[in-house]
T-cell receptor
Framework: AQRVTQPEKLLSVFKGAPVELKCNYSYSGSPELFWYVQYSRQRLQLLLRHISRESIKGFTADLNKGETSFHLKKPFAQEEDSAMYYCALSGRGYQKVTFGTGTKLQVIP | GAGVSQSPSNKVTEKGKDVELRCDPISGHTALYWYRQRLGQGLEFLIYFQGNSAPDKSGLPSDRFSAERTGESVSTLTIQRTQQEDSAVYLC????????????FGQGTRLTVV
């Protein structure tokens, strides 16, 4: 069974402070990991995926297989980063994508 | 259409009535998902369709909930004898298949049971 855990329902940080949204997963094979974001009144959308090893809007995430984690990080939070963030996991091939329960990021001006 | 389309956008229904929610995925997407999002809460998985395989219904909360998909196109989520706790936003998503494919979400149907 595959499982994604986001331990924080709400994370509040001040503008300019570093951000780390935690994500831990459970999967017996080689996982594909993603971060999705939902801004206020907008659709849920892909932010980044681990295979791309890219930085999107200043966010990065590194897959740590030893700790089974895929934390999302940004060195300096901006007000427009306030949103709901979901970590997601899938196996290789035609596998179901499993989402975590999400973390609401609140950036305080 | 270019994206995932859900209808209706909003639905207010009386407790005990049945409702049907519709999802039009992106053409060619073999995978389709339904999720529920209660106010202030995260995504709750309901059901997953992948091609012609048997759907994964493991997230359906009770036998009042059911969903169908016609081939690789439209899906309907039916809630029978609605209860107030069914009030939520119901989200549909589709993807082109392999796990590295991005899941595209619809705008959701906001269901209010009064």
């Amino acid at each position: 069974a595959q499982r994604v855990t986001q331990p924080e329902k709400l994370l509040s940080v001040f503008k300019g402070a570093p951000v780390e949204l935690k994500c831990n997963y459970s999967y017996s094979g080689s996982p594909e990991l993603f971060w999705y974001v939902q801004y206020s009144r907008q659709r849920l959308q892909l932010l980044l995926r681990h295979i791309s090893r890219e930085s999107i809007k200043g966010f990065t995430a590194d897959l740590n297989k030893g700790e089974t984690s895929f934390h999302l990080k940004k060195p300096f939070a901006q007000e427009e980063d306030s949103a709901m963030y979901y970590c997601a996991l899938s196996g290789r091939g035609y596998q179901k994508v499993t989402f975590g329960t999400g973390t609401k990021l609140q950036v305080i001006p | 259409g270019a994206g995932v389309s859900q209808s209706p956008s909003n639905k207010v229904t009386e407790k005990g009535k049945d409702v049907e929610l519709r999802c039009d995925p992106i053409s060619g997407h073999t995978a389709l998902y339904w999720y529920r999002q209660r106010l202030g809460q995260g995504l709750e998985f309901l059901i997953y369709f992948q091609g012609n395989s048997a759907p994964d219904k493991s997230g359906l909360p009770s036998d009042r909930f059911s969903a169908e998909r016609t081939g690789e196109s439209v899906s309907t989520l039916t809630i029978q004898r609605t209860q107030q706790e069914d009030s939520a936003v119901y989200l549909c998503a589709s993807s082109s298949g392999p796990s590295t494919a991005e899941a595209f979400f619809g705008q959701g149907t906001r269901l209010t049971v009064v």
